[in-house]
Nanobody, 126 residues
């Protein structure tokens, strides 16, 4: 599985941004759960959000609960992270990740994900 994240950029605090993650091949996209992680400068990679294979179940880090929304469109083989009311603390490189084929349940553990995109930088100005 190959993942390509996009949508990062510079955004002012309080505003919104939507990240996208296109997966290939399209034929297997609906067989696995996906997640978003982030890594801020000088910090370890941390869990942000995850979604199961059909979008029906989601999980969020406490720090983004109520502000971020993870979703997926299996017809477009694309996952999304809608980021609302961003703060400077959300500044990081954001990575989308996929579990192995047929692992449909979501996870918050980075070790459960086998495919990673290259990351997209989100910078929030105050």
């Amino acid at each position: 599985v190959q993942l390509q994240a996009s949508g990062g950029g510079l955004v002012q605090a309080g505003n919104s941004l939507r990240l996208s993650c296109v997966a290939s091949p399209r034929s297997t996209f609906s067989t696995y759960a996906m997640g978003w992680f982030r890594q801020a400068p000088g910090k370890e990679r941390e869990f942000v959000a995850a979604v199961n294979w059909n979008g029906g179940l989601t999980s969020y880090a406490d720090s983004v609960e109520g502000r971020f929304t993870i979703s997926r469109d299996n017809d477009k083989n694309t996952g999304y992270l809608q980021m609302n009311t961003v703060t400077p603390e959300d500044t990081a490189v954001y990575f989308c990740a996929a579990r192995d084929l047929y692992y449909r349940s979501f996870s918050s553990q980075a070790s459960d994900f086998v495919s990673w995109g290259r990351g997209t930088l989100v910078t929030v100005s105050s």
